[in-house]
């Protein structure tokens, strides 16, 4: 019998009774489906998957989108891309080993994020190594009034390589990008605010690809983006989940922002994540975003 319990204050779930190596009848599909539309995120404890049926639950939610830094996705199954400090014999990287470790939403460089991601630990460390969730929805409907209308007109920019170089210096075990690798994904922009298409409910959009916002100062640019992810973090809105083997969590990246933490670098962590295509964000209907200058001008900034 299937359960959903709610973790967090907001959002989160676990959900119970569930074996996902087996086929989904059309029923229990659904069940899942609307519960991750309400939670946002589902933790599914104690599942003994391959990588095909990692694969296959995750298609009924839609297209599969491959990541592209190659090199880490899976041999034969690209699909799946591999979060992992694992080295080849040759002393090579796996996996991502240091991904995700800002509040980012997942491929959000994309014209077409990732509308969700599933993450299924293989190995998991002693400790350390949690991923933190925020909810953005929950942290759109409270901001103050005129933060919202500022939002609400607002684009930020989000370019991939950018960030990817960022971390790189940062820890210094991720592999340099191609020029090719570089181009592959060009600056893309999205509404600070969306509206999430099956819900309808509207939630901050941002996070770590998001270099720029477009159309003011780079001052304030800066000082944006810096109040939106402060403002996001308050406890309030943060779900901290604390990895078992064999956990899937699948997030939905329109709704959460996520962030990794660290580890003891002795100790392996190994996870394999499929991620699920979405639409094109869009703003809220009426009062889409409009970075002309006539627009900043008339709203004072
Ligand atoms: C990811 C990610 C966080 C983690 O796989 O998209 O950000 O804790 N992972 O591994
Ligand atoms: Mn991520």
């Not at 922009?189 to 309808?200: A, K």
Request: aromatic share 8%; hydrophobic share 35%.
């Amino acid at each position: 019998m299937l359960r959903v319990n709610r973790l967090g204050r907001t959002f989160f779930a676990e959900v119970v009774g569930l074996d996902l190596a087996k086929p989904l009848d059309e029923a229990t599909f659904a069940r899942v489906k609307q519960a991750h539309l309400e939670h946002g995120v589902l933790v599914f404890r104690d599942q003994r998957i391959t990588p095909a049926q990692h694969i296959e639950f995750s298609a009924r939610f839609g297209p599969l989108q491959i990541h592209p830094m190659s090199q880490f996705n899976l041999d034969g199954a690209p699909e799946i891309l591999l979060v992992s400090n694992d080295t080849h014999p040759d002393g090579r990287p796996v996996g991502i080993a240091d991904a995700g470790r800002y509040w980012h939403t997942d491929m959000s460089y994309m014209k077409e994020p990732a509308l969700g991601s599933l993450l299924y630990a293989r190995a998991v460390p002693a400790e350390g190594g949690d991923t933190l969730f925020c909810d953005m929805t929950a942290a759109c409907r409270d901001l103050p009034d005129d933060m919202r209308a500022k939002l609400t007109r607002l684009k930020a920019v989000h370019h991939f390589a950018s960030r990817w170089s960022r971390e790189s210096a940062k820890y210094g075990v991720r592999p340099p990008q191609t020029k090719e690798e570089q181009d592959r994904n060009p600056p893309v922009e999205h509404p600070m605010i969306r509206t999430h298409p099956e819900t309808g409910e509207p939630a901050i959009y941002a996070g770590g690809f998001a270099v720029r916002v477009q159309g003011v100062p780079e001052q304030e640019s800066a000082e944006i983006l810096d109040w939106v992810e402060k403002w996001v973090a308050q406890p309030k809105y943060v779900y901290r989940h604390r990895w078992r083997l064999h956990d899937l969590v699948f997030w939905d990246n329109r709704r959460v922002m996520h962030q990794a933490t660290e580890y003891p670098v002795d100790q392996r962590r190994h996870m394999h994540r499929t991620t699920v295509k979405g639409n094109a964000p869009f703003g809220i209907r009426g009062q889409s975003p409009n970075s002309s200058a006539a627009k900043l001008t008339e709203l004072g900034l």
